[in-house]
């Protein structure tokens, strides 16, 4: 049985501004009827595809399919204006359910489904649009006739090796939510209150407790984390070597995924990314430019403190984390063995990763609104992408919660 749907408290709008970055370097999964419906439109007949396949196998489904990409990474049905060539001679019910329905997604709670916003989307990042409220009929349509789905599925662990029922989880989602969107503090504040609550959580012992004694453990942490978290304000010492180290790699994967960078299958392309990695690893010197999204830059830059910018700078970057909090995103989609705790860490991570590539994005400049909107984009498709998304980041996300590295890491690229 389908859930009920709605939107977040604090609505989200977006329109279609047609930019085109959503069709290049995304995954596109086609369902059977997509399948069906783009082997239908004869586009073999097209001079353009007689000698180009318009789908492949997908990897995560061997008998399943996706749309195909161009060498740059661009889907193929992009057009030389940056339109959908589905959509220009079909129509948007032409197109493939993911593409009809992009930047929007349901989440599943206990009771209801959430309907929110990738910000995967710079309309959707910027907050451009009109409210999803009034996008809710169409997507309760396309579940009514079976193109999407709205149905319960099972909560995240509480914390590794510890299952709760939905209620609880709820619960305790709901109050990292507030820690969150707590207006009291500063966005680098909240994230490491939802650090030390995520630690103190971990740390408990809470098998033998009852659902209703986690709960109200949950508050009583959510209300200790202010005095918890004051030393590493007042501290702001910088991170271990190793904690930059695995911190670097992990926001180079994001920089890969920034809408503006090509991804291409060339030697030269595999090369100039070892060798971005490897001055990665050793963290000094010159880092070299990336595809000429990101420029050539000392490392010694990207450490020192930014400085105070222009409020709007922040904002697109606040508001991934909190609309991805109320949500249950992060928690919940695409990060299948995700603990709560797990997740937790995971959103904390991409604030340092965000401001680190606003720094390098703009190093020799100042940085602009639109910075932001590109870098949002990535750390969003970043909620999604394997490698930021599995055992590996997981193992990572471990490693940098001992002795409170990850919080230094939140407080120490705030500067």
């Known amino acids: 049985m389908s859930l ?24 596109v999964p086609l369902s059977k009827e997509d399948e069906e419906r783009l082997r239908s439109q004869n586009w073999q007949d097209e001079p353009d595809y007689q ?17 195909a990409h161009r060498d740059d990474g661009t ?13 220009a001679k079909f129509g ?39 409210d999803a409220k009034q996008n809710l009929p169409l997507i309760k349509r396309l579940v009514k006739d079976g193109w999407l789905k709205a149905e319960p599925i099972n909560p995240p662990a509480l914390k590794s090796g510890e299952s709760r029922d939905w209620k609880t989880i709820r619960a305790v989602l709901e109050i990292v939510g507030e820690v969150l969107r707590d207006e009291r503090y500063p966005p680098v504040r909240r994230l490491v209150h939802a650090l030390q609550f995520s630690h103190n959580m971990e740390a408990a012992k809470t098998r033998s407790l009852s659902n209703d004694k ?39 994967s994001c920089a890969r995924l920034h809408p503006l960078y090509r991804q291409t299958a060339t030697w030269s392309a595999r090369a100039e990314l070892v060798q971005t990695s490897w001055r990665c690893c050793r963290g000094t010197g010159q880092l070299p430019r990336f595809d000429n999204v990101f420029p050539a830059a000392r490392f010694e830059e990207l450490e020192n403190p930014i400085g105070l910018k ?4 922040y904002i697109p970057l606040n508001r991934l984390i909190e609309t991805s909090s109320e949500s249950f995103l992060y928690a919940i989609a695409n990060r299948a063995g995700w603990s709560v705790s797990d997740s937790i860490r995971g959103l904390a991570l991409l604030f340092p990763i965000g401001m680190w590539m606003l720094r390098w994005s703009s190093c020799g400049r100042e940085p602009t609104v639109d910075d932001m909107l590109n870098i949002v984009v990535a750390l969003d498709r970043s909620q999604g992408y394997q490698p930021l998304s599995g055992p590996l980041q997981r193992w990572r996300l471990s490693m940098l919660s001992l002795n409170g590295e990850l919080e230094r890491l939140v407080v120490w690229y705030a500067r």
């Open 4 to 27: 009920p749907i709605v939107t977040l408290k604090n609505d989200e709008q977006w329109d279609c501004h047609q930019c085109g970055f959503c069709c290049r370097g995304s995954i």
């Open 51 to 67: 000698k180009l396949r318009f789908m492949v196998p997908h990897r995560r489904a061997a008998s399943s399919f996706r749309l």
């Open 75 to 87: 889907c193929v049905f992009l057009n030389e204006d940056g339109r959908c060539r589905i959509h």
């Open 92 to 130: 948007l019910e032409a197109k493939p359910t993911t593409c009809r329905v992009f930047p929007m997604q349901l989440i599943p709670h206990e009771k209801h489904a959430v309907l929110t916003y990738r910000r995967a989307c710079p309309s959707a990042a910027a907050d451009r649009g009109t």
């Open 214 to 252: 986690v709960v109200e453990l949950a508050h009583t942490l959510a209300e200790w984390m202010p005095e918890e978290s004051r030393p590493f304000f007042e501290e702001r010492k910088s991170p271990t070597t190793i904690s930059k180290v695995m911190f670097r790699l992990a926001a180079l």
């Open 310 to 313: 222009r409020p709007e700078i």
